[in-house]
C-alpha cells in the first residue's frame, strides 16, 4: 500500500500545476500585448530618477511618491520598484510575473482548503473558479494594482502556514510561524482589503485545532501513531495567534496615520448607510452581471467582439477542466482508504456541505468590503479598473459559486449524472470567464497600442518641449472600453516627463468636464482639480488633425472651446473615471 502522505502530496503538486497551467494558457490571447496604463506612467517616472539605487531609494522616497500612490503601501512601492529593476521599460516581463503571482494565489487557496479537509474535487473546483474570475480583472492587466494579487497571495501564505503549524514536528512549527507572521505583514503592507480576514484567521485556525483534537480522540490507540496530534495547548495555541493580532496593531495605526482617504470626520451612522450601498452594488455585478446575466453577457461577447481563436481556447481549456475534474472522482473512488473514498462521494452528494459552503461564501464577500467602513466610498465596477477592490471579496465568491454548482446538481438523484452535472458546470463557468477575462484585456492591448501611437506622434511633433510647458491632448479617446488611454494630469505629463527628462512638463487630456476659466484651465478628475495658467507654453494639440493650438491669455482659450472645438466635440463613447466605457 502506497504512503498515504505521499500520495496525497502527489496529488497537490499534480492539481497545482493543472491550475498553473490553467491560468497561463487563459492570458496567452493578450498578455504579450499589455502595456502600461494611468498611474503605471508616474512609478515609471519616479523610478527612472533613481537610476542604478531604484529599489532603495524608490523606498526612501515615498514622501515623493504620495501624490500617486498611499504612503501606507510600502509593501506595492518595493514589488513595483524590483519589477522596474527586472525588467525597466519592457512590460511583458511585468505581466508574467503577475500571471505567475495569481496563479500561485490560486495554488495556495486550493491547498488551504485541503488543509481544512475539503475533498479535493470541491478545493480544486474553487481554486480553478477563483484563478478566472473576471470580478477583479484589472489586476490582471494594470501594473498599479499588481501589488493586490501579491497581497491575496501572501494572505493564502499565510493562513496555510498557521494551519501547517497545528501538526508540524517541533522543529518545524516554529518556521510556519514565522512564515505566517511575514506574510501576514507582507500581505497587509501591499493591501488592505485582506486585513479583516486575518482577524478570522483566529477563528479558523482555532476551529482547526479543535477539528484535529477531536479526531485524534476517536482514533484507535494502536494508531494513534500515524496521526499527527497538535504539539501545544490552548493557552500556548491562544499566544501564537495572539501574536498575529499584536503584529497588526501597529500596522493598523499606520494606516490610519499616514491614509489619506480616511475621512477625517467619522460618522458611524453615514459609514454603514454607504457600506449598505457598496454591498448592495457589489452583489448586483458580483452575483448578477457575472452569476445570473452571465448567458447575456457571453451573447453580448459573441456578437459585438467575438473572436474564434479565443472561443476555441475556451472550449479546450473547459474540456480540459471537465476531464481533469471527472479524473479525480474516479482517483478518490481508488483511494488507499475507505475513508478518502467515501470524502468523495459523501461530500459531493451531501446538500449541507454546499449550503455550507455557501453560507461561508456569502459571509466572506461581505467581509471583503469591511474596510470601506473607514477607507472611502469606492465605485463598483464589472470591468473598469475600480474592480481590484473586489480581489478579497472574489475568496467568497468562489466559495459560494461553487457551492451553488454542487447544491444544482445535488438535485439530481443519479450519481453519474450528478458528478458529470458539476464537473460540466464548473468547467462551462470557467470557460466562460476566459472568454470574458480574454475580451476585457483585448481592450487594454488596444489601449496601449493607441498610447504608444500618440506618443509617438508627440515625440515626432515635439523633438523638444521647454521646461515647464503644458500640453493638452485633444481628439483622443480617454477610454478604449475599460481601458485607459490617457485620461489624467499624471499619466501623459508622467510619460511627456520620462522621456524628456523633465518632470516639471504638465499635459492633460480635454474631456467635457474641462473648464475654460479667466486665469487659467481647470481639470476634474477622481474628485481632483488640476489647474493650469495661462502662458507662453501652455498649448493644445488636436490630435486628430496633427494640429497646434497656444493658449497665451484666455480669448485664446474660448476661442479654441467654443469656436474650433465646441462643446468638446470628440466622438468618444460615455465614459467615468475608474469605469471607463462600458462594454456590457
Not at 503538486?13 to 498578455?31: M, Q
Not at 457571453?298 to 481533469?324: M, P, Q, R, S, W
Not at 498610447?451 to 485633444?474: M, R
Not at 483622443?476 to 527628462?501: K, M, N, Q, T
Request: net charge positive; with cysteine.
Amino acid at each position: 500500500m502506497s504512503n498515504p502522505g505521499r500520495q496525497h502530496l502527489r496529488s497537490a503538486c499534480i492539481d497545482c500545476l493543472f491550475l498553473t497551467g490553467l491560468i497561463g494558457l487563459s492570458c496567452s490571447p493578450y498578455i504579450t500585448g499589455l502595456g502600461f496604463y494611468s498611474d503605471d506612467w508616474a512609478f515609471l517616472a519616479s523610478f527612472s530618477r533613481f537610476s542604478r539605487h531604484v529599489i532603495l531609494a524608490s523606498m526612501l522616497s515615498l514622501v515623493h511618491l504620495r501624490h500617486h500612490v498611499e504612503v501606507f503601501r510600502p509593501g506595492q512601492i518595493l514589488y513595483m520598484a524590483i519589477l522596474y529593476k527586472l525588467f525597466g521599460l519592457e512590460p511583458l516581463g511585468y505581466h508574467v510575473v503577475n500571471t505567475t503571482v495569481l496563479a500561485v494565489a490560486s495554488a495556495l487557496f486550493y491547498l488551504v482548503l485541503r488543509q481544512f479537509g475539503h475533498a479535493r474535487v470541491i478545493a480544486l473546483s474553487v481554486g480553478l473558479v477563483f484563478s478566472v474570475l473576471p470580478h477583479f480583472c484589472a489586476t490582471r492587466f494594470w501594473y498599479a494594482a499588481f501589488q493586490v494579487n501579491l497581497s491575496l497571495a501572501l494572505y493564502f501564505l499565510s493562513l496555510y502556514s498557521d494551519l501547517r503549524m497545528l501538526q508540524a514536528s517541533h522543529s518545524g512549527f516554529w518556521l510556519w510561524k514565522l512564515l505566517g507572521w511575514m506574510s501576514l505583514l507582507g500581505s497587509v503592507l501591499c493591501y488592505e482589503t485582506v486585513l479583516p480576514f486575518f482577524l478570522l484567521n483566529l477563528i479558523l485556525v482555532w476551529y482547526r485545532r479543535h477539528e484535529l483534537e477531536s479526531a485524534a480522540e476517536t482514533v484507535p490507540r494502536q494508531s494513534c501513531a500515524s496521526l499527527s496530534r497538535p504539539l501545544f495547548t490552548p493557552m500556548r495555541l491562544g499566544l501564537l495567534l495572539g501574536s498575529n493580532l499584536l503584529l497588526l496593531i501597529p500596522v493598523v495605526i499606520a494606516k490610519v496615520l499616514y491614509s489619506s482617504r480616511l475621512p477625517r470626520h467619522l460618522s458611524i451612522g453615514h459609514h454603514f448607510r454607504w457600506l449598505t450601498q457598496l454591498l448592495k452594488q457589489a452583489f448586483i455585478v458580483s452575483y448578477g452581471v457575472y452569476g445570473v446575466e452571465l448567458p447575456k453577457v457571453l451573447l453580448k461577447i459573441e456578437h459585438d467582439y467575438g473572436n474564434l481563436t479565443v472561443a476555441l481556447l475556451a472550449i479546450i481549456l473547459g474540456l480540459a477542466v471537465f476531464i481533469f475534474l471527472r479524473r479525480r472522482f474516479v482517483c478518490a473512488k481508488a483511494a488507499a482508504t475507505p475513508g478518502e473514498a467515501n470524502q468523495c462521494s459523501d461530500a459531493f452528494l451531501a446538500r449541507r456541505a454546499m449550503l455550507c459552503l455557501i453560507g461561508i461564501g456569502v459571509l466572506v464577500f461581505v467581509l471583503g468590503y469591511a474596510i470601506f467602513l473607514t477607507d472611502g466610498f469606492p465605485k463598483i465596477s464589472a470591468t473598469g479598473i475600480s474592480n481590484r477592490i473586489n480581489s478579497a471579496a472574489a475568496i467568497g465568491i468562489a466559495l459560494s459559486f461553487v457551492g451553488f454548482i454542487g447544491l444544482f446538481s445535488a438535485c439530481f438523484k443519479n450519481d453519474a449524472l450528478k458528478r458529470n452535472l458539476f464537473c460540466g458546470l464548473i468547467a462551462l463557468l470557467s470557460a466562460s470567464n476566459v472568454i470574458i477575462n480574454a475580451t476585457i484585456g483585448s481592450f487594454w492591448v488596444r489601449a496601449y497600442r493607441q498610447e504608444q501611437i500618440v506618443l509617438q506622434v508627440i515625440y515626432k511633433t515635439f523633438p523638444q518641449l521647454a521646461p515647464g510647458s503644458i500640453l493638452l491632448l485633444d481628439g483622443v479617446c480617454p477610454y478604449d472600453g475599460p481601458a485607459i488611454v490617457f485620461e489624467s494630469s499624471w499619466d501623459l505629463a508622467r510619460a511627456l516627463g520620462r522621456h524628456y527628462h523633465d518632470l516639471s512638463i504638465q499635459a492633460n487630456v480635454v474631456t467635457s468636464k474641462l473648464q475654460v476659466e479667466t486665469d487659467g484651465i481647470s481639470t476634474f478628475l477622481y474628485n481632483r482639480r488640476a489647474r493650469y495658467p495661462y502662458g507662453k507654453d501652455m498649448f493644445v494639440y488636436r490630435f486628430d488633425k496633427g494640429s497646434t493650438y497656444p493658449l497665451p491669455n484666455a480669448e485664446a482659450a474660448h476661442e479654441y472651446f467654443e469656436t474650433i472645438r465646441p462643446a468638446f466635440e470628440n466622438r468618444c463613447p460615455p465614459g467615468q473615471e475608474g469605469l471607463g466605457s462600458p462594454i456590457f
